[in-house]
């Protein structure tokens, strides 16, 4: 395909470099370079002060692990978002208003490297997205496997409305979620009627409830700190009430607790 | 290959159409029928089941009340498509014979005016404005609900309506809105306009065309019952196993969903074998329209994806009504599997909502830049690798389900690849934009709109796709922001871009443009408004789905609810502008916007088989620009 932009070339062929200097001597190119690094600049001002700003505390290495995903690939797409931005904001500027439509611009049908570059482009920052998420999932069932030996299990039960934590090595069973700090803990969630997604909010992850089958899911509290535990599936009548706190505390917290539970520790 | 509504001269003898049972039929035999129907079969129904049961004046079981409520509602559909004259063809058929000309001019509704929108008509152009009424009332009523529910969210404290009709709100609302979606672009302009824009007499099959319409028509009503049978509680999703705990209203849900994959499997064989088969001579497959491309590929993924959705309901409601257990853990079944059902329709659906409003925005992008379409190639690549794409996908909606978590890696790869089709979609958006001085009218402004909403979309569900962060957000509002900045951001803005644009040739007159500039305002930035408060409410930790919720996320509830209000005033605008300007605004010139593509080379009120001659095709309609 003919390169459009060169219409107004010279008898003599320009080299790469004056080309370059050509093209962003142009004064919607200028403008669009200034779109770019401002949008480019919001969407990173954007990724790195929103997401912070609204999470809630930070509890475990999965819930760092999500919000480092907001943030990151909000700023890893800001160019692209900047890019996109500018030149639909430059060409916003130029608008041509009036009961007639404008002359015709020029007749750029395509423009092969450019479309090899973007494809590239794209599939490059898909892979990135890609690695960094199958490396997260990886690291996470890693550290599932090795620390399980060391872990606590909670059996957790949903039933319309209402969350059952059941502690089996410590022989108690309650409606609020306490967990040691430090210590991995296991969440074997089954349901005893409709579907509920079992959410400890602070600590990131989740997990469906369903009947006739145990689902799931571990991670270890890494902050002493209030925790809240909601129901993330439409459950029903009274599905937003569906929630109940919960503390990750010290050890020694812990076994008070569990003592006071009438339980045992181990 | 010439359609059925060319009328031939024919030598032998023909009945009088003006006696013949078409012409006396119309949408109220319909609706007489189907009541009258509808009534008989609920009679005899209760009276074999009270049999049945214990007899006397015991009430019925749910399972007996589903099995009443069901076949009422089926036979209502079947009985409205009677007594509208649906089955006058067939029925001829079966006996050796065939409609006259005479009727088949008749059911075309040549010269019949106003009535003809009313009656069993097989024009593409009249069934193109039924469902551009159809969908803005569907897009009304979900419209209504979604500002009662965000009235309900305004406060903490769930003051305005009570637990289930805030369920039944969101739920009804889902279903209205994705009904209303999948149909926006291509039910409006995939039969108004498509076919003339690819050079045809008609759709290659009118009487199914008359059908597809009717038939969503009867569901209509369907899921409107829903709400005086006690709502629906399970949000759109409708998962088992409560969808088989739910009350009366679930049937209503059921039978709305089996009535509109039938339109849909019609509509979509119609407009793909039309377009496949009926485009003019020298419309090669790279000369034909993106807009047209678009539809095709959109209808064309439908065809496969909503068969799923059908069974998966039929599945539903065997357990609702005979207790088969199919979705029902403590019977051997599982929720898993209807989970899977449903998404395997679910995501292949988003992009049938989302290609034909993208299409509908690149068909009008050189029109208004007066530049070529940048890079076609790359415009049908991208739908074509969103399409194909679209069906590995569905289980990232079940990272979290607990099923097969060691499938989760394989689901975050096929999604984020979509990021690839997706990019070339704005490249070309932008490309074209490039170096041309966009002509700043009402369609035009749905493209910049379009850019910034769908990035934000695009850029959300690249996490969302990402399995750790997915746990955190999945099932919060976060989600809900995300799915409506692609949905309604860019899906919605692309259908009203598109009525923007082919309003005048569908009314004969153009959209009012100062009302349309208010209201794309008002719209836009009530929408941006709108979902950024939820995005925060998401992110805070704010479950959707939910009638009520903590202190904490007051403020992002209270920002939602004010850009919701902005949203609704600027579509009441819309609507008051597409119904007043159809009777009072400007006449329109043949061609208002100096396109190029064959739509506007036919006057306005569009003849009955829209060319005299058909027109001969040398090349593709983006031939703008200098030095070509």
Known sequence: MANSSDHNAEVLTPTPGERLTHFFARRDVKRTTVLFFLWTALFVVLGLVFYPKWMPEIMSKEMKSAESIMIWFTVISAPIAGLVLAIATNSFMDMHRGDNPPEDGPAIRTHGPIVAVWTVGSLVFALVAIAWGLIEVNSQAVAAASDAKSAITVEVTGSQWLWTFNYPAQGIETHELNLPVGVPVIFDVKSADVNHSFWPVQLGVKVDANAQVTTVIHTTPTKVGVIEVKCAELCGLYHAYMETNGAVMSPSDFNAWVLAQGGHTA | ?628
């Open chain 2, 1 to 628: 290959m010439s359609t059925s509504t060319k009328s031939k001269d024919v030598a032998r003898p023909v009945p009088n159409p003006k006696r013949s049972l078409i012409t006396r039929l119309h949408m109220g035999t319909g609706v007489v029928v189907g009541v009258i129907l509808a009534a008989i079969v609920y009679y005899l129904l209760k009276k074999s089941l009270l049999t049945y049961t214990d007899g006397a004046a015991d009430p019925l079981s749910p399972h007996d009340n589903n099995i009443l409520l069901l076949g009422t509602m089926f036979t209502w559909s079947i009985g409205f498509m009677i007594g509208i004259g649906a089955l006058i063809g067939p029925w001829r058929w079966l006996v050796g014979k065939d409609l006259t000309d005479e009727e088949i001019l008749y059911m075309a509704g040549d010269g019949q005016g106003v009535k003809r929108y009313f009656k069993y008509c097989t024009d593409h152009k009249v069934v193109g404005i039924q469902y551009l009424v159809g969908v803005m009332t569907l897009l009304g009523v979900g419209g209504t609900m979604a500002m009662m529910i965000r009235t309900s969210l305004a406060r903490p404290g769930a003051h305005f309506v009570t637990p289930t009709v805030y369920n039944s709100l969101v739920g009804l609302h889902g279903i209205t809105m994705i009904i209303a979606m999948i149909i926006v672009a291509t039910g409006p302009f995939g039969n108004y306009i498509m076919p003339i824009m690819i050079g045809a007499y008609d759709m290659a099959f009118p009487r199914l065309n008359a059908l597809s319409w009717w038939v969503l028509f009867t569901a209509i009503p369907v899921l409107c019952s829903a709400w005086f049978l006690g709502g629906i509680p399970t949000g759109w999703t409708a998962y088992a196993p409560l969808s088989i705990q739910a009350g009366p209203g679930m049937n209503a849900f059921i039978a709305t969903i089996i009535i509109f994959a039938v339109s849909t499997a019609v509509a979509g064989m119609n407009i793909t074998t039309t377009v496949v088969a009926m485009r003019t001579k020298g419309m090669k497959w790279n000369r034909v329209p993106i807009f047209v491309i678009g539809s095709t590929i959109s209808v064309a993924l439908a065809i496969p994806a909503f068969p799923t959705f059908m069974v998966s309901m039929i599945m539903t409601g065997l357990d609702r009504t005979y207790n088969t257990g199919f979705f029902d853990a403590n019977m051997g079944g599982s929720g898993w599997l209807y989970a899977n059902l449903f998404w395997i329709m679910g995501h292949p659906e988003v992009y049938v909502i989302l290609i034909p409003g993208v299409a509908a925005l690149m068909e009008i992008a050189p029109v208004f830049v007066r530049k070529p379409l940048f890079s076609y190639n790359a415009a049908i690549m991208g739908f074509a690798g969103i399409a194909g794409l679209s069906i590995l996908v569905w289980a990232h909606h079940m990272y979290i389900a607990g099923w097969a978590p060691s499938l989760n890696g394989a689901f975050m790869v096929t999604t984020e690849m979509i990021s690839i089709p997706t990019g070339l979609l704005f490249l070309v958006l932008i490309g074209t934009l490039w170096r041309g001085k966009p002509w700043m009218k009402l369609p035009m402004l749905s493209i910049f709109a379009f850019i910034w909403d769908f990035l934000i979309g695009g850029i959300t569900g690249i996490y969302l796709s990402d399995v750790p962060a997915d746990g955190y957000l999945h099932g919060s509002m976060f989600v809900t922001a995300h799915f409506h900045f692609t949905l309604m951001g860019a899906a919605l803005t692309g259908a009203i871009g598109g009525l923007a644009y082919w309003y005048p040739k569908m009314t004969g007159r153009m959209l009012n443009e100062r009302a349309g500039y208010i209201s794309f305002w008002f719209v836009q930035i009530g929408f941006n408004v709108l979902f950024f408060g939820m995005f925060m409410a998401g992110a805070e930790g704010q479950p959707r789905r939910v009638l009520d919720y903590a202190a904490l996320y007051k403020n992002s509830n209270l920002i939602s609810t004010i850009g919701a209000y902005s949203v609704g005033i600027g579509m009441i605008i819309l609507l008051w502008a597409v119904i007043h300007s159809a009777r009072h605004g400007k006449v329109a010139p043949m061609n208002p916007w100096g396109a190029k593509t064959l739509e506007w080379t036919v006057p306005y009120p569009v003849p009955l088989t829209n060319f005299d001659e058909l027109p001969i095709i040398t090349s593709d309609p983006y031939g703008y620009g200098k030095g070509k």
